[in-house]
Nanobody
């Protein structure tokens, strides 16, 4: 079974940083495209970033230059390094395996102003 467990969220002041992790099991992150999405209260899901099988990452405009997606194939884990956080980044963050829409329970990120 595919399982995705995101962690690393928390409460941080604006301008701060967090690193989210997504531990995967049941498949190899090195052979699958992966994404980060987020959902703020009362809003729909928003795509944040993706990384393809070759390690090329893409970002939404609001994340570009502040967020970095990477993976550790040996640990079978996906990461989202978030710097210069803003209150509008407050949301629940999920890692997602696009080809079957698997996603875990997510991790909450709250940025205070």
């Amino acid at each position: 079974d595919v399982q995705l467990q995101a962690s690393g969220g928390g409460l941080v002041q604006a301008g701060g940083s967090l690193r989210l992790s997504c531990a995967a099991s049941g498949f190899a992150v090195s052979s699958s495209a992966m994404s980060w999405i987020r959902q703020a209260p009362g809003k729909g899901p928003e795509w944040v970033s993706s990384i393809n099988r070759f390690g090329l990452a893409t970002y939404t405009v609001s994340a570009k230059g502040r967020f970095t997606t990477s993976r550790d194939n040996a640990k079978n884990t996906l990461y989202l390094q978030m710097n210069s956080l803003k209150p509008e980044d407050t949301a629940r963050y999920y890692c997602r395996k696009p080809d079957d829409d698997s996603r875990g329970p997510g991790t909450q990120v709250t940025v205070s102003s």
